[in-house]
């Protein structure tokens, strides 16, 4: 059964800690391989704890260093995995990413 026919067209994995992407991404491309869904990487860049907030002003470049690096990284992934729809890499300033957290819903005892 193809991905439209189980109603999945698209996964999206954030690749967003170096602990944590390889295994995201080995689950996320053996579930894209098998639902035949296309595959979209996202990773959000956060500026290094040892660079101080001011070295990051326009019209500095470390942004957009550390953008090309993380485009080249999830690219290589990419690469590394051929027999899968693959989307563009997305590379997001953490200054993009606004995080909604929905608690666990709690059980009344019953």
Sequence with gaps: MNAAARGVSSILAALDGPEHAAPVFAAAAR????????????????????????????????????ADEARAQLQALMDGEPGIRFGPPIV???????????PPRSHPAG
């Excluded at 860049?45 to 907030?53: A, D, F, R, V, Y």
């Design 31 to 66: 579930m894209a391989r098998g639902l035949g869904a296309r595959l979209y990487l996202v990773r959000v860049l956060i500026m290094p704890p040892e660079i101080p907030p001011a070295a990051d002003v326009p019209p500095d470049t470390l942004e957009r260093s550390l």
């Design 92 to 102: 997001l300033p953490d200054r993009d990413v606004l995080v909604v957290h929905t």
